[in-house]
């Protein structure tokens, strides 16, 4: 068995990944999956925000070409995947983080952003009522900004893929890379068996570094695990609430399917785990950033049994790492998206399957090479989300 390209991990990236590979036309393509099913891993336990807000302009760039897409999505595989523009509303407490937000502005109009705008506090009510404000300066809002659903992206890409000839292996276990000097061979199986390819592709999300690891490449990717709270039915908050994102200590919220989602990114242990326990000890400290900032929480119950953890995949400087490996001659990486995956897979197959056959690319993509982490080229992050 032979295939022109393989892609190691079928999540909502590797899925992409493969789907546009087969649209270019690739040839023949395989994707194998260490999990049993379709959705398992981080795809599944992601909550859906969609945002071009950023604080460099490639994100910017990423998060734009992707909304396009998402647009086209149904059209071109059959799957809504449910973008629904409700806007992501950053909110700030002192004159510097309002700085820090007037700068990201700056960087997301010059990059072809206008629609994100400074609001008072007097917009900030309107656009969420609910927020306690009194502590409150003013913040950023961005209409395109929004949701969508990251399991009707998995399937979108998984079944337009199928039809397109894609073949798809699950429960096959860690992948290991199958090198012969500085170039690719394939990949070999736990089982041993030998799979042939002309390229191998690493979307093995948190699991990245150690595939790249023992393909001999160093791939400065972690796992950080994230936790969600989630709230039993609760019709004080409408479905059309925006993103609110509390620049202060980076606790937001959102309402999905009528229950809301509590998210702050902090946790009780150590965050560098491929553990997913749900801490209910980080309960306390969510709850408590809850009711400050949306006082009519104080009225909500949480769903104990269905809050979850998941796994972020981290680089260094919170920017994928999107290109081939120079250790490795046709080992491509699209890692390290750092809670970003979702929202730009749509953006991040097309560039990578455009890499992979010397297509030309819609807009500069050095910023995301591999080689900058050796070179001292971070990019530079404002640390919000």
């Known amino acids: 068995m032979a295939y022109d390209v393989i892609v190691l991990g079928a999540g909502v990236i590797g899925c992409s990944v493969a789907y546009h590979l087969a649209t270019l036309g690739?040839?023949?393509?395989?994707?194998?999956?260490?999990?049993?099913?379709?959705?398992s891993g981080s795809t599944g336990k992601a909550t859906g925000g969609f945002r071009c807000q950023y604080s460099t302009a490639i994100n910017v760039r990423l998060s734009l070409m992707a909304r396009e897409k998402l647009l086209r999505f149904r059209e071109e595989t059959g799957v809504d995947p449910e973008y629904r523009p409700y806007g992501y509303l950053f909110v700030a407490s002192t004159e510097s983080q309002i700085q820090t937000l007037?700068?990201?502005?700056?960087?997301?109009?010059?990059?072809g952003l206008p629609e994100s705008r400074a609001v008072d506090i007097e917009e900030i009510r309107t656009l969420n009522p609910a927020l306690y404000t009194d502590d409150l300066i003013g913040g950023t809002f961005c209409p395109l900004d929004g949701f969508m659903r990251p399991i009707k992206i998995l399937q979108g890409y998984y079944e337009a893929a199928r039809r397109l000839g894609v073949a798809f292996r699950f429960g096959v276990g860690q992948a290991?890379?199958?090198?012969?000097g500085d170039r690719v061979r394939g990949v070999v199986l736990p089982d041993g068996e030998r799979i042939e390819a002309g390229a191998v592709v690493n979307a093995a999300g948190a699991w990245a570094g150690i595939v790249a690891q023992q393909a001999g490449v160093n791939l400065p990717v972690q796992p950080l695990k994230r936790q969600v709270a989630i709230t039993y039915p609760f019709a004080e908050l409408p479905e059309t609430m925006p993103m609110s994102v509390d620049v202060n200590d980076g606790f937001h919220l959102r309402v999905r399917d009528g229950r809301v989602l509590l998210l702050y990114p902090h946790a009780v242990h150590n965050e560098q785990t491929f553990e997913t326990d749900f801490e209910r000890a980080w309960l306390d400290a969510v709850q408590q950033r809850a009711r400050h900032r949306v006082p009519c929480?104080?009225?909500?119950?949480?769903?104990?049994?269905?809050?979850?953890?998941?796994?972020?995949?981290?680089?260094?400087?919170?920017?994928?790492?999107?290109?081939?490996?120079?250790?490795?001659?046709?080992?491509?990486?699209?890692?390290?998206?750092?809670?970003?995956g979702v929202m730009h897979s749509p953006a991040l197959g097309e560039l990578l399957a455009r890499l992979i056959l010397r297509m030309e690319l819609p807009f500069d993509i050095t910023p995301l090479r591999p080689t900058r982490f050796a070179e001292g080229a971070l990019n530079r992050d404002t640390g919000v989300l």
Request: aromatic letters at 6%; hydrophobic letters at 40%; one cysteine or more.
């Open 26 to 39: 690739a040839g023949h393509i395989g994707v194998l999956e260490r999990a049993p099913s379709l959705g």
């Open 297 to 340: 929480l104080r009225n909500a119950r949480i769903d104990i049994e269905n809050c979850w953890a998941g796994l972020y995949e981290m680089s260094p400087d919170k920017h994928v790492i999107l290109g081939e490996a120079a250790e490795l001659s046709g080992f491509y990486l699209v890692n390290g998206s750092s809670g970003h």
């Open 102 to 111: 007037r700068d990201a502005l700056a960087v997301q109009h010059e990059a």
């Open 176 to 180: 290991q890379v199958w090198r012969e």
